[in-house]
Each structure stands twice: as structure tokens, then as C-alpha cells.
């Protein structure tokens, strides 16, 4: 069994200098990753946060349950908070660059 996994390190050590290569443009290319996560996470917080507050103008929040409802049927909504709405919103930002 060892010798299988020296086997798998040479495996990896020849392909070293390119591994190398990439962790530096990684490295390199920092700010933009940065800034791009940074700039996809705050439309994220932006956009459930509005579609919340749309749709909590057909809600009511039932004290009782301390739950939101939808005002013509009282089912459960889907948008309990801002939080729960992200779950909604995450895959949005890959819709859009697939149209691009």
C-alpha cells in the first residue's frame, strides 16, 4: 500500500512546475479574485434583500408561529427571512453569465 502512494507523489512532482505556475498567477491575480467575490456577494445581500421586501407586501408574519404566510391562502412562504432568500438568489449570478 505505501508503495502505491509513492507512486502517486512522483506522479504529482512531475507535473510540479506547472502546479507551481498556477498557484503564482492565483497568487498574483488576488485583488481581482477579491474584488470579483466581493462585488458577486454584495449583489447577492442587495437583490434577496429587495425581493424580500417585495414579496413581504403579500405577507403577514403569524406571531403565533413566528412565521411569514402569504395573505390569500396562509401557506408558508418560501422567504422566512433575507437569509433564506439568498438560497434563492445564489444561482442567479450564473443565469446571467450564461447570457452573456
Do not use: C, N
Not at 498556477?22 to 437583490?47: D, H, P, R, T
Not at 405577507?59 to 439568498?86: A, C, N
Amino acid at each position: 500500500m505505501r508503495l502505491f502512494r509513492v507512486f502517486r507523489i512522483l506522479k504529482v512532482s512531475k507535473y510540479f512546475s506547472q502546479i507551481s505556475v498556477a498557484i503564482k498567477a492565483v497568487k498574483l491575480s488576488g485583488g481581482g479574485f477579491g474584488l470579483a467575490i466581493f462585488s458577486v456577494s454584495l449583489f447577492i445581500i442587495l437583490f434577496s434583500s429587495a425581493l424580500f421586501f417585495a414579496e413581504s407586501t403579500e405577507m403577514y408574519f403569524d406571531t403565533g408561529e413566528r412565521v411569514w404566510r402569504y395573505k390569500v391562502d396562509s401557506s408558508l412562504t418560501k422567504y422566512q427571512s433575507i437569509p433564506h432568500t439568498m438560497w434563492s438568489v445564489r444561482p442567479f449570478p450564473r443565469a446571467l453569465s450564461s447570457l452573456v
